[in-house]
């Protein structure tokens, strides 16, 4: 028989196990489209380590497996946002009309891209063909896609919300986002295609590369007007100003790359000209104007970076952290392809350095990651990007006991 003690401690831990149900049930309410940053991170950092100009036995290792830890955490993400929305009516297209949650949609869609960039940085060496056609395929479908994304977000956007300029943000360009990680993909399987067969692939990497960078020019340009006429982005968002290094690194990215493989994929007569190879001046094209794009980018990373320094004191974790990470991948992957371009060992090293330090950074940032949601300042009642201003997630733990 138990004794009075012992009954009592069985009766109370179904009720104890309850509670902590709850508590999580209604923290997964406030999972937002911002934590798919993280799969950007992890997954750009992924395919950074398998570029790396200098390498050391196990290097593809630890590349491989923070891009399988990318998928898993891809996949843990959709299921959490998944279930917010499926036990939260309507909290689908509150998230798309939210004036601060809604920009971070083209998030999940730049994490897809970057899974299908993993793919081929790792899968392709050991699969073969049949993995390039279906990443062809992919890359074709998910430009559909995301153009649907950039017009109709932008739409509702333009339309809806009435957003101040001394407000402005970089990530208010990530619904366009993803075509600037398409453009980088599609130049990355031109590595694997054989020669002629790519051309579709060079003018539709082009083309999207294009769109991403022009629309997130237009909006650069809104976000530098709000910071010469306004004051800087609060402490704990100043890490988001790095989203800004994005468009110019990736596009640099993209251009190096495809000029590289130029020479392969455009044909001698190309566009009826046959004075010159048309293949090898795009090359030095794309190069000059990678390297063009690129000091812009160290730019917007170099004044995010001193901002952030300046007020470091005075912040704390926020999604924003994960700025850290992902635009200055594309900075990194950019200066790697320049490098390899020009054949500089001064500028590889310096993009292994650079690679050394953003590694480190990642493990920083998921450590406080994991602290904040311990200590309930993120996945919690006015702390995320939906906050209060989306109706249903009310905080409903009043009167209830912590746990």
């Not at 056609?133 to 919300?161: C, N, P, R």
């Not at 700025?323 to 500028?347: K, R």
Request: net charge negative; hydrophobic share 50%.
């Amino acid at each position: 028989m138990f004794t009075t003690n012992e009954r009592t401690a069985l009766l109370a831990r179904p009720l104890k196990d309850t509670a902590v149900r709850t508590r999580w049930q209604e923290r997964l309410q406030h999972f937002t489209w911002a934590w798919f940053e993280v799969t950007m991170s992890t997954g750009g950092l992924a395919t950074l380590l398998g570029q790396q100009p200098y390498t050391f036995t196990g290097l593809q290792t630890i590349g491989k497996t923070f891009f399988i830890l990318n998928i898993v955490l891809f996949v843990v993400s959709s299921g959490c946002i998944t279930y917010r929305f499926c036990n939260n009516k309507g909290s689908l297209m509150r998230s798309l009309h939210h004036p601060h949650e809604s920009f971070y949609f083209g998030a999940f869609f730049v994490s897809v891209a970057i899974i299908f960039y993993g793919v081929q940085q790792f899968g392709v060496p050991s699969c073969g063909p049949w993995l390039v056609k279906a990443l062809e395929v992919s890359f074709w479908t998910q430009a559909g896609i995301v153009m649907l994304v950039a017009v109709f977000q932008y739409h509702v956007i333009f339309d809806e919300e009435q957003l101040p300029v001394s407000d402005a943000m970089p990530h208010w360009i990530l619904p366009v986002y993803p075509f600037l990680i398409l453009g980088v993909l599609g130049s990355s399987l031109l590595k694997d295609v054989s020669a002629g067969a790519g051309l579709p692939i060079f003018i539709g990497s082009l083309a999207f590369q294009g769109l991403g960078w022009t629309v997130a020019f237009f909006m650069l340009t809104i976000y530098v007007t709000r910071l010469v006429n306004s004051e800087l982005p609060e402490a704990p968002k100043r890490p988001g100003m790095y989203v800004a290094v994005g468009p110019a690194s990736y596009t640099a990215n993209t251009l190096v790359t495809l000029g590289m493989q130029a020479p392969k994929h455009i044909p001698i007569n190309f566009l009826g000209i046959t004075s010159f190879l048309v293949g090898d001046a795009f090359k030095a094209i794309g190069v000059v104007t990678g390297i063009f794009l690129w000091l812009v980018a160290f730019w917007f990373s170099a004044l995010a970076t001193v901002s952030v320094i300046f007020t470091a004191k005075d912040s704390h974790f926020t999604l924003n952290y994960w700025a850290f990470i992902f635009p200055n991948v594309g900075l990194v992957i950019a200066l790697i392809h320049i490098a390899n371009a020009l054949e500089s060992d001064g500028l590889r090293w310096i993009g292994s350095g650079a690679t050394v330090i953003l590694s480190m950074l990642w493990f920083w940032i998921a450590f406080l990651n994991v602290k904040a949601i311990l200590e309930k300042k993120v996945l919690y009642p006015g702390t995320d990007e939906d906050m209060e201003d989306i109706e249903g997630h009310a905080d409903a733990s009043d009167g209830e006991e912590e746990v």
